[in-house]
């Protein structure tokens, strides 16, 4: 199940926020050569915008990242899964996630919920090997090899990689998202890197706990993030340091790696996908 997902991505993807995703975009992404676009946030439960990047495209997998379990109702997700793979077979991937308690007041018993959201997927026809989870720590991992064709963790380390396969096994699809920065400056691209995992993400407990649980200590975790954080969770520099740093996913396991490019606010990101596939060898 997992070799299906597996093949269809290939190693490298685009992961952008679903607000700044365009068709043309990802029309030059699939021309690039990367093999999938996730669409980061919470995208409805229509899937309207998977849809249509996947009309506008011929073969690049179309994956979300993630759809939020307490914002959509299941059964209408997976009818919106149906309709797009009877439409245009295994070209979707479809990722759900439990969210943060930090934006959603209903947030109770997340792991259960999402074992119910889950469960009710599959028995509505979505495909194991079709479904991915956002994990983070051990039981959803766990979770994501046994119901899932994997996992889809965000804000994490390379040697994340290496924790996650330990606990997924050998079987499952391991497809961590990385921010990169592409600047020579080390300083210039470090502030830019710091500007978007200090808020929000250095106050979501989620990924605090799971940074804690990697061996970060708090002194890391405090303010706007000790430097070798930064450093750790955002791959900055030239496009082959860049590209290296991501290679260490695969090195530690990783099957997939979901490329987020940040550049400064309303800059086009298409010239560093341009230069990150010519430094990944697409």
Known sequence: MADLARDRLGRWGIWRPGQQLEPEIVVDVERLGFGAVWVGGSPPGDLAQVEQLIEAT????????????????????????????ARHPGRFLLGVGVGHSEFTPQYTKPYDALVAFVDALLADGVPQSSLVLAALGPRVLRLSAARSAGA???LVPTDYSRYARGILGPGPLLAPEHKVVLDADPERGRALARSLVERPYLG????????????WTDADLAGSGSDA??????????????????????HYGADHVCIQVITERGADPVPGYRDLAAALGL
Do not use: C
Not at 205 to 213: D, P
Not at 235 to 249: F, I, T
């Open 58 to 85: 011929t073969t690049i997998v179309v994956a979300t990242s993630v759809m939020n379990i307490w914002q959509d109702d299941p059964h209408e997700t997976a009818a919106s899964f149906a309709r797009i793979e």
């Open 229 to 250: 954080l930064i450093d750790a969770l955002v791959a900055h520099g030239p496009a082959d340091v860049v590209a290296a740093k991501l290679g260490e996913h695969l």
């Open 204 to 215: 979501l407990r989620n990924y605090t706990g799971n940074l804690r649980r990697l061996g």
């Open 152 to 154: 889809n963790p965000y």
